[in-house]
């Protein structure tokens, strides 16, 4: 079965690393043209480096644009409407998490992690409206936490602002539905990638490797699947939700947390 995207446009915010390059990937690998940012250059040319030896280079676009300025997020999706001549699907995937508990989060903290959560997406999306209007398979996904619906004590200030994203998903599929443009969610739960190197590098135990690592997290945790998901699951999750394959499909949610939610 085929996601029906060939020749179709796709932008990916924070597509140079982790579940943003691997949708990348899964979009070219179907055929649709692609374009990503991310605010650092370098690794945005590197991914780009690695993807022209698997796929057509004139099926790809990046630029540098970090999705909180308002006006290099502009400059970036114009270039990506007039270069690929419109826009079909927005991914908006870059962001991080904050680990800290309510004591350990200062107010600047909270502004800025509500700022992410909320202009991380709003800022794309008012930029690429007026195109996704002109497109018979629009839509738009937004990636977010499990933590919506599922707030942890360590992450207090992006579980809040998760939820309010998911809140704000769920009204805009209504808003954007008479003008034919889809909007749904992925929530993920843990997924090996760039956030958890990072936390890697800074755990406790310096005397675990990665995969032991990864593993007692999955352990601790509780996952009934038994680990970590992968960046490339998320991203089917995705590209499905972005696709005409769930074209009846708005306003909904997809987990993909490897069992982790306990809500029915
Ligand atoms: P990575 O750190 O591997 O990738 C993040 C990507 O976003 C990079 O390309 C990064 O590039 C880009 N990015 C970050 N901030 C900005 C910004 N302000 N403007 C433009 N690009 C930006 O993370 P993941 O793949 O793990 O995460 C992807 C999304 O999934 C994030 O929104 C994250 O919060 C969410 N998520 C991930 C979970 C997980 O377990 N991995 C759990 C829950 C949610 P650069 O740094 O160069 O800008």
């Known amino acids: 079965m085929s996601f029906g995207v060939k020749n179709r446009v796709a932008i990916v915010t924070g597509g140079s690393s982790g579940i943003g390059l691997e949708t990348v ?6 055929g649709a043209k692609v374009a990503w940012c ?3 250059e370098e690794r945005l040319r590197e991914s780009l480096d690695q993807l022209s030896t698997l796929y057509p280079h004139e099926n790809m676009l990046i630029q540098s644009a970090d999705v909180l300025d308002k006006s290099s997020i502009d400059a970036f999706i ?4 007039s270069h690929f001549e419109g826009i079909d699907m927005l991914i908006n995937n870059a962001g991080q998490g904050k680990v800290a508990d309510f004591d350990n989060t200062q107010d600047e903290e909270w502004l800025s992690e509500v700022t992410l959560k909320y202009f991380g997406v709003l800022n794309p999306i008012k930029a690429a409206r007026p195109y996704l209007q002109k497109s018979s398979i629009a839509s738009i996904v937004n990636v977010n936490s499990l933590l919506a619906l599922k707030p942890e004590r360590h992450m207090v200030a992006t579980s809040a602002a998760r939820a309010g994203l998911l809140n704000l998903s769920k009204t805009l599929s209504q808003e954007f539905a008479q003008e034919g443009i889809r909007v749904n969610s992925i929530l993920i739960g843990m997924v090996e990638s760039g956030q958890w190197r990072r936390r890697f ?22 996952i009934p699947l038994g680990r970590l998901g992968y960046a490339h699951e998320a991203a089917q999750a995705l590209v499905f939700l972005a696709s005409p394959l769930s074209s009846y499909t708005t306003g909904s949610v997809v987990d993909v947390s490897g069992g982790f939610s306990r809500e029915i």
């Open 25 to 30: 990937k899964l979009l070219l690998k179907e």
């Open 201 to 222: 590098e800074n755990r406790s135990d310096q005397s675990k490797g990665w995969d032991e690592w990864i593993r007692g997290i999955a352990k601790e945790r509780g």
């Open 78 to 81: 114009g270039k990506v409407a």
């Open 38 to 40: 991310g605010r650092s």
